[in-house]
């Protein structure tokens, strides 16, 4: 499938450096692009619309985009990306968790790896991750439902 930004660079929405923008404040907070994108005011929730019923005509119609979709974002990944843990002390903690069945973020803290306020502020950013794709889906199903003639409430 053709990937939504390259889309939206195609019909002259939104220019090269607008959509790294939007790359890079996705791959801070987690999300959905195209939830990011009308969050920044780049384009509208119409036009996201929009261009994803072309993206999945496209689909249909047999376009693809060879690049793998980018990975979902794990606690202990996001920690070692932001630097805040190591892979050893990831590591160590996972093997902790392994014995003691406790959720990987609070053994990080029992083990000292990192404190509370740590823990919240990266645990917020997966919660706003599921919200965006939340609302992603929300914006889908709408589409979905007006393209095939189903009322919205």
């Known amino acids: 499938m053709i990937r939504l930004g390259d889309l939206l660079i195609k019909k002259n929405l939104i220019n090269e450096t607008q959509l790294n923008q939007a790359l890079e404040l996705q791959k801070k907070r ?8 009308v969050e920044m005011g780049l384009i509208d929730s119409h036009v ?5 019923e072309e993206q999945e005509k496209l689909a249909e ?3 693809e985009d060879k690049r793998e979709p980018a990975p979902k974002m794990r ?6 990306k932001e630097g ?3 892979q050893t002390e990831l590591e160590r903690a996972l093997e902790r968790q392994e014995e003691t069945k406790e959720k990987l ?7 000292g790896f990192l404190d509370q306020p740590t823990l919240l502020r990266y645990l917020s950013k997966q919660a706003q991750s599921i919200i965006d794709n939340i609302s992603m889906a929300n914006i889908e199903i ?3 439902q007006k393209k095939h003639g189903h009322q919205t409430d």
């Open 30 to 37: 987690g999300g959905l692009l195209g939830v990011v994108l």
């Open 48 to 52: 996201l619309a929009e261009a994803l």
């Open 61 to 63: 119609a047999g376009f």
């Open 75 to 80: 606690l202990g990944d996001l920690l070692i």
């Open 84 to 86: 805040v843990i190591t």
């Open 105 to 111: 973020g609070f053994v990080l803290m029992k083990m």
């Open 142 to 144: 709408e589409h979905l």
